[in-house]
């Protein structure tokens, strides 16, 4: 078989460049072992474990504001998340037709050399050839081997599709101190879960800002034992007894689920081994390429910055590249992608929140008219602006609707707006996006 | 008593000017007749009324989403209302403290002359010396008389703090065809209550872009009667009966609330009626100027953009030029400020959004992820390019989070950015604004 | 023969776009009639006219400024003028030679269908097959038949390589009154010439900004003859005897060289005909897109803006559709590309300079210290911004070094700068640039 | 006396605050010994030096392309000069009348307290109070003391009004290697002067782009003696005999004028000793502010950036903030002021030119058409650009126009925009700042 492109992967980081090719008329092929389009992000990862974060957010607020307990079964909550999933499956069936170049096949890719790509459809071998190659296979957990780790489960096994989690365990201990590791405390701890966090070091959310992660830690309020490797998970019963470490002692825990979120790693297709770094990611520069000519690399494969959203600007870069021939005509500015941590009250932050020189001012989220509605007042924003010219270098924030906020202020990040810029805008009152104009006039 | 400035009204238009001038130094009296500061927007307009909405909102998720009925005592709705109030009392009273340099006096400001205003004190006259006035003294609501207009409240009596209506009426009857009539009706309906609007035109939500008032009604499913003017309302036991005209005829209708929105009109303070517009504004230019030297006019009072958003960056506008003695080194740009209607769904726009010949791009919200996990997949948002610059003209949008959205839209407005700027933006996955790149990326 | 791409036009409109496409791959033909690259620009237009545009300048000022006469052989001025062009023709002989992919064919094109184009070269038919056509075939002058027009130049006879002309005139009669006219008028006026123009109408430099044309003419004090339509050319001995009506009557002229400068019109190449909109261009939308699939037209045939660099501009945005296989990927604004009239003391525009309401701003250049320096301060400096934003519109310039400073401007037009941005910047000093900022400053 | 304000000084750092301030209302007293405004800038320095930097260009360019020398009369020059300066202290005269509120004093200021200033005036005392005070004192030359320091003369005893140098040297030594001994020695070169830079340690131009200066250095081919500290100069008959070392060996030099160009230090009134830095500079922040209230210092004498078009920036932000007392509304962007080093070739700079990691593009002057018309094709074009966003961080420039062009760049770096905004602009063709967009481009 004979076409422009092979796109092995039809995640964030696969898809979006090749629905972009094909309207461009080039004939793609884009191969998946799972069958769907979305990638995990879509089958398991965030669309499914945030539609679970606003209906508990939701429930959370009725009680919150109006002292009104909701007793919603946790199932009702899967199958609303289920629901969101099918609806998507089936937007990306609809775009996936409505773009007639695109060939879809559910296989596993191996490249033999930069024209040449295999896959490996249920045991049978493809032989095709490409002009180019995308990869963009993305990233799965890592599951670590130890005694009883058979009885754990990933977050993976609670938000895939037709998940076998349909019950709210009362008691849950999550394995590790990332991202998902405080998103998942944070939400079930909200829907009701006593929830327990086993680090193996003395921090979590490494890499993220540190006052971001100070201010956010002190109003999720989590019960975190630091220090604190796990040995082994036993069961007793209908129960699990967890074994671990903790300054030198060994101490257990019974609970009743257990949550291993102990890192991601990049899948690499065969015969790209030799394109990853030290890390173990595809080697990729600002414009997708990797070393290979005519092989390009997005999303999390490449471990530029590991989110959906940067997966799809990446993908797209390497479309509008691959239809220049690798002579750049696009290239990704991957310190202007936002970062959200999905928590209640959720944290994000964008571009440089760790300037040498800056001024520098905070919003109070107490002072927040959407947070007093909600009275959920936690938090805070900030803003660095460059000294002299005041153009915005970053900010974070934690607090209510931090996840909408950034964008505002990534836009004014990576187009290099000014304090005076946001200054004179008048966001529309009353939205939280207010504070963006209110911090930046404190500088004014 | 002598002062640098004399702010007439401590509302948007008011206070954040005050406090400025009062940061550099100037000696600032404040005048309002309420004797707290907000403004009409905090006592009874936008904070109470959308307190109130996000609360309705968030009953009807559980609701729409988990097909839960949650039963709320629309009294605990009014505390939470009340309380929010409360909060920024107290918040501005605290920014009162925190500004030395602004006095605070609750009473009625007459201009005598432009360095001389009258403070009605409670029936006496205090004798004001001032090298500047900014007046800010806001809108009301129009009141018209009629038979039986003395039974019917406005949204003040409804929002106002500490408000007498504690329990929901089960049917309401609204007359106007104005934004507040349009949310009044939008919430109540969400609550439960049986609602009906009353138009005395053909059309409802005049001055707002014709598209989006057609997406919005196709969505809110109210009851509207056009060409129906109001002629009475009759008290009928608890109840009242509305006579009005239809197609000719009169009509009645029985109801438990009448509520009148039938238009707000600009609070002209005494001795300064030779500075209004035909339209019985004060007129001012973009640096707030009023046809009198000294004397500068922001918010409502002035007509230029209604909204309390704006009346606060007009405020700051004037503040500044009172510091440059009217030599303007502030504009405000009008045709940016976004404005929102806070029915269920919201609709909101900025910019132009009538271009005579402009790249159009289309978003569907039952595409939109967020819309998805709500089940509230109604609207639309409409993005406008200028051809060949590919500058963003302006943009509406119907469906959730649009109050939100609608500032990063603005933003790119304001200060022109591209389709491609936004395009190469990574918004946050998921956020409903990642449909801002995904509008933008359709033109690339 | 086989390519991916025919380029019909080896000028501004063909080449940066043919070199691009062969960056990325694409294998190119490009045919052009003059079988050397730059078209008439650098064959007979900007190139050589502003050399001697340059060399004239630089001796007015010497007898300017310091009082003293320089005698310059008119022939050592073309020499130079050649000189030029043979380092640009031997500068392109180089691109094309770092360009692999391009090959370069002495003929006509001929579009068969827009796959198939046939190339007359030297009368013999060469076929060639292709994937992709952008025409870029540039314009010519429009020659009038009349009694003796046989007798008449163009500038095109002025300025071409190795150039007839190698002495000047004592009295010369330009016929048109468009910028090349007045450019030539201007240019042979500096250097003793004495000048007369030929007005069919009543106005000259129609499309230039009115106020601009006002203030330049008024300093460049040409003998215009308005509503003096030619009738003949006569050959009287050494001289020519030009027959002209003025207000009914006929008058005539003794003059020793005749030029007409009667505008321009597009060079359409055969079976492109059906593409031409009814002033006879071929008709591009802002992507370089003709009314054919995979037809592209660049550059003086479509009309859009007939400069060099604005020819330059759309080559690149045609390479890059055709890449992406009209799906555009990129877009010409043509209102901020800079027009600069190349008299002595030159006059520049770019965008907007006809705003119905703006904020306009005024720097005479005789308070410019560069001016002051060469003793030119004749001219006026124009800026129009937007009211509320302050975004600058556009701006027009007549004096010294508008063709640099333009460019300044057009950049804040393009880009959507502001009063105040401009204001923030310190220009340069000396430069004449720093009006730029002097005006802006002015706003605020 | 009682003023708003005292502004010490009348050059750049301080006229344009005094008339902004008397714009808005503000009583001025203008203070400085030269009676004149203008400063150094306009009495001795950039003004003066170019107007005959410019017309040594002009003649140098006659005998450059076509061959044929013109002989000028360096008073002539002069002449010219003193006329420039005569224009501009008359414009400076309009504009004091102009600007009402301003009194200007020939005299010396002292700062007894920040509320009271002591001016003498011919040597009597005049008490004046005042709100604020704005130090813009500005520099002046080091003039080092030595055996024979007598015989030598400055830049300043070169080109103040009214010099007594109205003949060229055949032959002059320049001691330093600062910028103004480069722009001398080249200046005067060019006009047939046979120049020698005496340097004492083993570098010129320190502080200046090391590249550029190289690319500068290879162009201007100078006599430069590095290592060569100054001893003694003697007079011998009507030359000079300069002593100096060289490689630990004493060496001497007959000359017919010696000029040093040893450096420049600040003016700092009496009073105002506490504010300086280590470096001799009175302190100040973005804002103007000095570490007193209300005293701010803008131009030459903070040190921040020693150049007429900055100290006017900062004397116009000193301003507003005045107006403001102190609590900023105006920074200054020191990173986005050009420099420019007035030899022939000049050179100019602006921004980050020493990015860690950039995109870094270069553009051959040999190839720009301008400087082919000129032939003077020496010099080069650099353009660095962020890797992912690809925002112009600066550029340095040797060759034709570089101090017109550099504010296109500067305009382009002072607010963000990108490789692309660039590329998509059409700058003016033919001009020098073509180049601007086809570096540009070289990255897309």
């Known amino acids: 078989m004979d076409f422009d492109v092979v796109v092995i992967g039809a995640g964030g980081g696969g898809y979006p460049g090749a629905f972009r090719l094909a309207k461009s008329g080039y004939n793609v092929l884009m191969v998946d072992p799972k069958g769907v389009l979305g990638g995990n992000c879509l089958y398991s990862g965030c669309v499914p474990s945030k539609t679970v974060r606003e209906l508990a957010h939701t429930i959370y607020r009725i009680k919150n504001v109006l002292g009104q307990e909701v007793k919603v079964d946790f199932k009702e909550i899967q199958r609303q998340k289920d629901r969101v999933q099918e609806i998507r499956f089936k937007q990306h069936e609809?775009?996936?037709?409505?773009?007639?170049?695109?060939?879809?096949m559910k296989g596993i890719a191996r490249i033999r050399d930069p024209k040449n790509v295999i896959v490996d459809v249920d045991g049978k071998e493809v032989e095709v050839r490409a002009k180019y190659v995308l990869i963009a296979s993305g990233s799965e957990p890592v599951k670590p081997?130890?005694?009883?780790?058979?009885?754990?489960?990933t977050s993976d096994d609670l938000f895939e599709y037709k998940s076998k989690v349909s019950d709210l365990p009362q008691d849950m201990v999550i394995v590790g101190g990332g991202y998902i590791a405080i998103e998942v405390a944070s939400v079930f701890s909200k829907l009701g879960v006593k929830t327990h966090l086993l680090v193996r070091g003395d921090r979590v959310l490494k890499g993220f800002p540190e006052q971001m992660v100070k201010t956010l830690l002190s109003s999720l309020k989590l019960d975190i034992m630091y220090n604190s490797p796990l040995f082994e998970v036993k069961k007793v019963g209908s129960e699990y007894e967890v074994i671990f470490g903790s300054g030198g002692v060994k101490r257990s825990l019974r609970t009743n689920l257990v949550m291993l979120a102990t890192g991601r790693k990049a899948v690499i297709p065969k015969g790209s081994e030799g394109l990853t770094n030290e890390k173990g990611y595809i080697k990729t520069d600002e414009a997708m390429r990797t070393s290979l000519q005519n092989v390009f690399a997005a999303g999390d494969v490449n471990g530029l910055a590991p989110y959906f959203h940067a997966a799809v600007r990446m993908s797209l870069a390497a479309a509008y590249n691959i239809m220049a021939?690798?002579?750049?005509?696009?290239y990704v500015d991957v310190r202007s992608v936002p970062v959200t941590l999905y928590s209640i009250p959720s944290a994000s932050y964008?571009?440089?929140?760790?300037?040498?020189?800056?001024?520098?001012?905070?919003?109070?989220?107490?002072?927040?008219?959407?947070?007093?509605?909600y009275n959920e007042m936690d938090g805070v924003l900030k803003l660095f602006f460059e000294r002299g010219s005041l153009r915005l270098l970053g900010g974070w924030m934690v607090g209510v609707h931090s996840q909408y906020l950034i964008n505002e202020i990534g836009q004014a990040v990576a187009h290099g707006l000014t304090a005076r810029q946001l200054a004179e805008f008048a966001d529309q009152h009353p939205s939280t996006n207010e504070i963006v104009s209110y911090a930046a006039r404190k500088v004014l």
């Open 94 to 104: 609809r775009e996936l037709s409505e773009h007639g170049g695109v060939t879809f």
């Open 145 to 153: 081997k130890f005694p009883g780790s058979e009885y754990c489960i």
């Open 325 to 330: 021939n690798g002579e750049p005509i696009d």
């Open 350 to 373: 964008v571009g440089n929140v760790n300037p040498s020189d800056a001024i520098e001012v905070t919003y109070n989220m107490e002072d927040e008219v959407m947070s007093q509605m």
